[in-house]
């Protein structure tokens, strides 16, 4: 029996899995490790590496019945030269992963920017399954995306495609560390939500979320916010519905820009989707040019595990093709 390895990176955590040939996760088993952050480029990629051998050990599968493995990553990156060209958490600058992982492996090595394999999963076995324009964004930490036009992932002339993060909505407005001002992740993510509500605790406002927090905002969370808005509380309602007219602002623009058939909304801010889902497409109905309904917005059911199955839909296409193109 052939498997894919299939390997998620982030900044955090990697995680690995095992995937038959079919799409599925072997056992459904998901291994993850701490990603050993700012230990340097090489013990970080053993880390890595390391991933992928708990996988091979726990399954005790023979490396010729590896038929590929596929790797998401931050970027920026070259999907091409398989090459990470930049992540400060990992020490990596123009890192060779995948020819370092093909030397220790023996087999092919896919590599793609996460939100573009988080896009190619939405398409080809998500809730946008069968749709040939697609946009992709994950809504967490910051704000990443991908873009799939006439059913293929739309990388840009160098890679950089899908940054909608960095999209400025406030022309005046916070400065990025990207270097520009206003950018939508400073807005819209999960970051930018828990920065507000630290704010508001300084200044008095009155709310079950600092109750429960203890008025420590250290111990301020997104899980919090969640516990009071579903206690009625009224300004945790307020913060979700600004998160919905800031989503609603940035989602219009792609909308305006691209004209998709529907936006996938992944990450952990999604988990509170009832307490904003209404002002986001009160917002896009206001800003949106062309006509919008309840299927332009679509939420993803693959969770943390979208990249893990996009890498999979990568690695899988490649080497079907690489297969056919044999055969002829």
């Known amino acids: 029996m052939k498997f894919y390895l299939i390997l998620d990176i982030g900044g955090t955590k990697t995680s690995g899995a095992l995937f038959t040939q079919d799409g599925k996760i072997v056992d459904d088993y998901v291994h993850v490790a701490p990603s050993k952050t700012f230990l340097g480029e090489e013990a970080v990629y053993e880390n890595t590496k390391d991933v992928l051998l708990h996988i091979i050990d726990h399954f005790s599968v023979k490396k010729e019945d590896i038929m590929g493995i596929g790797v998401g990553s931050p970027?920026?990156?070259?999907?091409?030269?398989?090459?990470?060209?930049?992540?400060?958490?990992?020490?990596?600058?123009?890192?060779?992963?995948?020819?370092?992982?093909?030397?220790?492996?023996?087999?092919?090595?896919?590599?793609?920017?996460?939100?573009?394999?988080?896009?190619?999963?939405?398409?080809?076995?998500?809730?946008?399954?069968?749709?040939?324009?697609?946009?992709?964004?994950?809504?967490?930490?910051?704000?990443?995306?991908?873009?799939?036009?006439?059913?293929?992932?739309?990388?840009?002339?160098?890679?950089?495609?899908?940054?909608?993060?960095?999209?400025?909505?406030?022309?005046?407005?916070?400065?990025?560390?990207?270097?520009?001002?206003?950018?939508?992740?400073?807005?819209?993510?999960?970051?930018?939500?828990?920065?507000?509500?630290?704010?508001?605790?300084?200044?008095?406002?009155?709310?079950?979320?600092?109750?429960?927090?203890s008025h420590n905002p250290k111990k301020l969370n997104g899980k919090l916010l969640n516990e009071a808005a579903t206690l009625g509380d009224a300004y945790a309602l307020d913060v979700y519905r600004k998160e919905g007219y800031y989503l609603g602002v940035g989602i219009a623009n792609q909308f305006n820009f691209f004209n998709p058939d529907t936006i996938v909304l992944g990450g952990g801010v999604t988990k509170a989707k009832q307490f904003f889902h209404e002002t986001l497409m009160e917002t896009l109905k206001e800003r949106c040019i062309q006509p919008i309904d309840d299927s332009s917005v679509r939420y993803s059911i693959m969770n943390d595990r979208v990249v893990l199955y996009g890498a999979y839909c990568m690695i899988k296409e490649y080497t079907d093709k690489n297969y056919r193109d044999r055969s002829v």
């Open 75 to 213: 970027g920026p990156l070259d999907a091409e030269k398989g090459i990470i060209i930049h992540a400060p958490l990992m020490g990596w600058h123009d890192f060779p992963i995948v020819q370092r992982l093909e030397a220790d492996f023996g087999t092919k090595v896919m590599l793609d920017n996460d939100g573009n394999l988080g896009a190619l999963a939405e398409v080809r076995m998500g809730v946008a399954k069968g749709l040939q324009n697609v946009l992709y964004m994950t809504v967490s930490t910051g704000c990443g995306g991908g873009i799939v036009v006439n059913g293929e992932v739309y990388r840009g002339s160098s890679c950089g495609a899908g940054e909608v993060g960095h999209m400025s909505i406030m022309p005046e407005g916070l400065k990025c560390p990207c270097g520009s001002v206003g950018c939508f992740e400073l807005y819209a993510s999960g970051t930018a939500i828990n920065n507000r509500i630290r704010d508001d605790l300084q200044k008095g406002i009155q709310s079950k979320v600092f109750d429960m927090a």
